[in-house]
């Protein structure tokens, strides 16, 4: 039960029926619940009744104070008297969307207000962040920052505020409070244990504490993000932390202390956590201690491990996603598109599972919630919580795999990846298109090796397998999204020369001996990693893609349905909205594609089968003599042109002849050539026809999804055929697996 709930239920508040309008029912005062800052009143209200024990008549809330010769206006105050003579807590309340400057800009309002008022002490919330204040009896006014405010009859407040299994919010305790009624000297200062909270209020936690770290152009966002990355690494370091029943989080503010011994505590723990960790960070805190001090404010009341998984993936991917997009220019797969990949695969955890472009770890960390809810099916969480946790955190650890050529994006994917609660170690920072003797070349590395290069190069961004297990013909699946609409160019990458995509095969309908292969000036990285995915893949393995529909529709792209016809079985072809990515700032009309590696045997079949078949078509079509028998032709009207132009101008040489005929030549090497081709096409016509015939014949799924869950704007629309897709296609990959062996 909420704070809200509880407060109607216990007769504190009460709402109209459109709950636009609360009601505080002591003091009898009506006020606008659709103000934002109404809602942090009334649970700021309800907490210190509720939590902090405070009597209901020892509260007033919009309480007039004089400053000067303005009358300003109180939120809440609290007496520590019956009569309301005596103030004790001044209270200040903001809305959540508020910026760190504002937010300090309040603070002084309220210690202001409780100077006027003769408050012993300060409370300044957005219910996002909570600052609290003792104000000193005597002259100056110095501000003395707390770790709380005291509950009902405490007369001395406790160094710090949350420790393990300490008093928490839960629905048991909120219904059973007692609303105090006299101060008891013999209650002790309760402690709190960390928060759960909802994605909303985590999603306004990551972009308000980025932002003051940015503080709006003081630092750039892009250190800022890495900055505050190594804060929550410590967070969540902390919360994983051994400790008994009643001890003190680190990661949290201490009465009595200075800025920097928190920041010493908070370097302590990173310390910690770098030598677990290695790979997530490889330099230091850089931040002040006064700026360290900032973020812990933020963080140290929730709890990030037992906050809902779901939850805090989506926080953390609509902040990833807003800054991202701003800096970087990244456009992240919507999770809808990548759950509905994840889902229809038959991915377990035995399976080995590679993104070769894995941005901020998405693909991976549904594939990990995958095999995390396949746990369930075999283990009970709680009573086998060790066998649940080895079954889902195994495959997170040996099996999940990223490749991300991006150094911040791919310490940000780490980061999303320990958030989810593991699978980061196998996160590395490279191009993902680096040829195949690079991989092995780094597979047969050995610890020492890798050690030695580590510390050669600390920019390095890799896991502690480094390159070892990222082995050609080694990877069950791999689900990605490579980028679009870049090209790789000779000039630029020396590994191109080694993508059979990348070459220009010699036109079969060639008829010079002199046709020879040759290197495409560029090639795009979307289909660069078609065959990048096919070396990494295990016979039989599957890759699910995100593509341009250009790969599937333009002709001038044939040579790379060609070349898929041969690496893959083709298995499904999902065509998306063309809204699927105008959210995320990308309005390419693309499609998912399924594909299952062939087995070598079979890719080497087709190839053999296509050649054959295109000189079947040559030789029953009498190609070459044809062709040359018109080119003789050609010469032959040519030369008739020459002659008719001699005998009519004796007197020509043959430059004037040359341009007396260019007009009548140029026709017929235009008919000549417009003959050529339309018997290639015919021949292709007939190849295609033949290639239908021969090569096996094998279903493909096929579907369009219009409505895949928001619209252009990333609204949720309510309506998710791909939920519906993802259900039937997953029957047909399990029959494919099943007949097609």
Same mark, same amino acid.
């Given at each position: 039960m909420s704070l809200i709930d509880t407060g109607i239920e216990k007769g504190l508040i009460r709402f109209d029926e459109e709950r636009n309008f609360i009601t505080y029912i002591h003091q009898n005062k009506k006020r606008n619940y659709n103000n934002p800052e109404e809602k942090v009143q009334a649970e700021t209200f309800l907490t210190l009744v509720l939590i902090y024990g405070y009597p209901e008549n020892r509260i007033k809330q919009f309480i007039p104070v004089q400053m000067g010769s303005e009358t300003k206006e109180a939120d809440i105050a609290v007496y520590s008297d019956d009569d309301c003579h005596e103030t004790y807590i001044l209270v200040e309340c903001k809305k959540e969307d508020l910026t760190d400057q504002q937010f300090n800009i309040a603070v002084d309002q309220a210690y202001s207000y409780a100077v006027a008022e003769g408050a012993k002490y300060v409370w300044t919330t957005s219910r996002i962040k909570n600052q609290y204040y003792e104000v000193p009896d005597k002259k100056p006014k110095s501000r003395i920052e707390i770790p709380d405010i005291p509950q009902f009859g405490i007369n001395k407040l406790a160094p710090y505020k949350y420790v393990k299994g300490g008093f928490s919010q839960t629905e048991t305790e909120l219904t059973e409070t007692n609303i105090a009624s006299e101060p008891d000297p013999n209650v002790k200062q309760k402690f709190f244990e960390l928060q759960v909270v909802s994605e909303s209020e985590?999603?306004?936690?990551?972009?308000?504490?980025?932002?003051?770290?940015?503080?709006?152009?003081?630092?750039?966002?892009?250190?800022?993000?890495? %900055?505050?990355?190594?804060?929550?690494?410590?967070?969540?370091?902390?919360?994983?932390?051994?400790?008994?029943?009643?001890?003190?989080?680190?990661?949290?503010?201490?009465?009595?202390?200075?800025?920097?011994?928190?920041? +010493?505590? !908070?370097?302590?723990?990173?310390?910690?956590?770098?030598? %677990?960790?290695?790979?997530?960070?490889?330099?230091?805190?850089?931040?002040?201690?006064?700026?360290?001090? $900032?973020? !812990?404010?933020?963080?140290?009341?929730?709890?990030?491990?037992?906050?809902?998984?779901?939850?805090?993936?989506?926080?953390?991917?609509?902040?990833?996603?807003?800054?991202?997009?701003?800096?970087?220019?990244?456009?992240?797969?919507?999770?809808?598109?990548?759950?509905?990949? !994840?889902?229809?695969?038959?991915?377990?955890?035995?399976?080995?599972?590679?993104?070769?472009?894995?941005?901020?770890?998405?693909?991976?960390?549904?594939?990990?919630?995958?095999?995390?809810?396949?746990?369930?099916?075999?283990?009970?969480?709680?009573?086998?919580?060790?066998?649940?946790?080895?079954?889902?955190?195994?495959?997170? %650890?040996?099996?999940?795999?990223?490749?991300?050529?991006?150094?911040?994006?791919?310490?940000?994917?780490?980061?999303?990846?320990?958030?989810?609660?593991?699978?980061?170690?196998?996160?590395?920072?490279?191009?993902?298109?680096?040829?195949?003797?690079?991989?092995?070349?780094?597979?047969?590395?050995?610890?020492?090796?890798? %050690?030695?290069?580590?510390? @050669? +190069?600390?920019?390095? !961004?890799?896991?502690?397998?480094? @390159?070892?297990?990222?082995?050609?013909?080694?990877?069950?699946?791999?689900?990605?999204?490579?980028?679009?609409?870049?090209?790789?160019?000779? $000039?630029e990458k020396a590994y191109i020369h080694q993508y059979n995509l990348a070459v220009k095969e010699v036109d079969w309908l060639n008829t010079t001996s002199s046709g020879k292969a040759a290197l495409r000036d560029s090639q795009s990285t979307e289909v660069l990693f078609l065959e990048q995915c096919h070396k990494f893949l295990i016979e039989q393995g599957y890759i699910a893609v995100v593509i341009p529909d250009g790969i599937l529709t333009n002709s001038s792209l044939q040579y790379v349905r060609d070349n898929i016809e041969e690496m893959y079985r083709i298995v499904a072809v999902v065509s998306m909205p063309q809204t699927a990515f105008s959210a995320t700032g990308a309005g390419v009309k693309s499609s998912v594609l399924f594909l299952r590696k062939h087995k070598n045997k079979q890719s080497e079949k087709i190839s053999n089968q296509k050649a054959k078949l295109k000189e079947d078509v040559k030789t029953e079509s009498n190609y070459i003599a044809t062709i040359e028998k018109w080119d003789k032709e050609k010469a032959t009207a040519i030369k008739k042109l020459e002659d008719a132009a001699k005998k009519k101008n004796p007197k020509a040489n043959k430059k004037e002849i040359t341009e007396m005929i260019q007009a009548d030549k140029s026709a017929v090497q235009s008919a000549f050539t417009d003959k050529v081709n339309l018997f290639k096409e015919e021949l292709t016509e007939k190849y295609f026809l033949a290639k239908q015939n021969a090569l096996d014949d094998y279903p493909i799924f096929m579907a369009i999804a219009e409505d895949i869950g928001y619209d252009a704007t990333g609204r949720n629309t309510n309506n998710n055929e791909l939920t519906e897709i993802g259900i039937e296609l997953s029957k047909f990959i399990a029959h494919i697996n099943k007949t097609e062996k």
């Open positions: 985590l999603t306004k936690i990551f972009i308000q504490s980025h932002q003051a770290l940015w503080g709006g152009g003081q630092r750039n966002p892009s250190v800022a993000f890495d %900055e505050l990355d190594k804060l929550i690494f410590c967070k969540i370091w902390d919360e994983k932390h051994p400790r008994k029943t009643g001890d003190p989080y680190d990661f949290q503010i201490f009465r009595d202390e200075d800025p920097e011994d928190l920041l +010493n505590r !908070v370097k302590k723990i990173y310390a910690v956590g770098e030598k %677990e960790a290695p790979e997530v960070f490889k330099d230091g805190i850089t931040l002040s201690a006064q700026e360290t001090l $900032t973020i !812990v404010k933020y963080f140290q009341r929730i709890n990030l491990n037992k906050t809902d998984l779901d939850s805090k993936g989506k926080a953390f991917e609509t902040f990833m996603g807003s800054y991202f997009r701003g800096d970087f220019g990244q456009y992240f797969t919507p999770r809808p598109i990548v759950k509905f990949i !994840v889902d229809s695969l038959p991915i377990t955890h035995k399976a080995r599972v590679l993104d070769t472009s894995c941005g901020s770890g998405g693909f991976l960390l549904y594939a990990l919630d995958k095999v995390r809810e396949q746990a369930n099916e075999f283990y009970d969480p709680i009573k086998n919580e060790k066998d649940h946790y080895k079954h889902w955190h195994d495959f997170a %650890e040996k099996n999940l795999f990223g490749i991300e050529i991006n150094d911040q994006i791919a310490r940000t994917a780490k980061m999303n990846m320990i958030i989810h609660d593991d699978g980061h170690t196998n996160v590395i920072a490279c191009d993902g298109l680096l040829s195949g003797d690079y991989w092995e070349a780094k597979s047969n590395e050995t610890k020492e090796d890798f %050690e030695r290069r580590e510390l @050669h +190069n600390k920019n390095t !961004v890799q896991g502690k397998t480094g @390159h070892k297990e990222f082995k050609n013909n080694s990877f069950d699946f791999i689900i990605t999204n490579p980028p679009f609409g870049s090209s790789i160019k000779q $000039t």
